[in-house]
């Protein structure tokens, strides 16, 4: 998975508990994304980072903030989780935002928001 | 209208067929376009990688693009069962900031 760790893997909270998910690279990339997957919608954008502290908005934004304070780690935060959070998290991590280089996913972290 | 559209299947095919694998989209900008495979339960991968219009092959797999239709594809040749998995196609404006994914085509090559 091209350097990429999530953690935890997998997640059961309640509604209206904060959630935290990591995402750690070793790669040293300048670009990294949170998405998230669900059925019928494929893979939706939520936020990303291009570079330290740099963070901008993506598709489905509201509910959640990112923070990235080293080059390595990108946090997604869920501030109060709700039942619609439910579902697979992927990371993904890019060297360049163009050219001849393109996304590589980390494994997934699956949360479940009772 | 979806920005990228994508059958969702399920496709199921014999081992050995020629699968052919699609997506349209709406927005002319998009000048990279990506197919990626997903397993069960795992990460997406990148399988193909095409700049604007043309084929690209390599191996089994053959990504075509034509933009004028706004229409990709990508073909497997002598299809496996371990090529069994969801293909998710993506796509990218030249400015990096736009990347989007189809929903996804569940594909069974069965034995």
């Known amino acids: 998975d091209a350097g990429i760790t999530q953690s935890p893997r997998h997640k059961v909270t309640e509604t209206g508990t904060p959630v935290t998910l990591r995402c750690h690279q070793t790669e040293n990339h300048r670009y990294m994304y949170w998405y998230r997957q669900d059925p019928g919608h494929g893979l939706r954008l939520i936020h990303y980072s291009y570079g330290v502290k740099d963070t901008d908005k993506g598709e489905v934004s509201d509910g959640y903030s990112v923070s990235r304070s080293k080059t390595e780690d990108f946090l997604l935060t869920l501030e109060s989780a709700t039942s619609s959070q439910t579902s697979v998290y992927f990371c993904?991590?890019?060297?360049?935002?163009?050219?001849?280089?393109?996304?590589?996913f980390g494994p997934g972290t699956r949360l479940t928001v009772l | 209208q979806k920005e990228v559209e994508q059958d969702p299947g399920p496709l199921s095919v014999p081992e050995g067929a020629i699968v052919s694998l699609n997506c349209t989209y709406s927005n002319s900008a998009f000048q990279y376009f990506m197919w990626y495979r997903q397993y069960s339960r795992k990460g997406p991968e990148l399988l193909m990688y095409?700049?604007?219009?043309g084929n690209k092959e390599d191996g089994r797999f053959t990504a075509q693009v034509d933009k004028s239709s706004k229409y990709i594809s990508l073909f497997i040749r002598d299809s496996q069962p371990s090529d069994s998995a969801t293909y998710l196609c993506?796509?990218?404006?030249?400015?990096?900031?736009?990347?989007?994914f189809g929903p996804g085509t569940r594909l069974s090559v069965l034995p």
């Open positions: 095409t700049y604007s219009s």
């Open positions: 993904a991590i890019a060297s360049v935002s163009t050219s001849t280089d393109t996304q590589y």
């Open positions: 993506a796509m990218m404006d030249d400015y990096g900031q736009n990347f989007v």
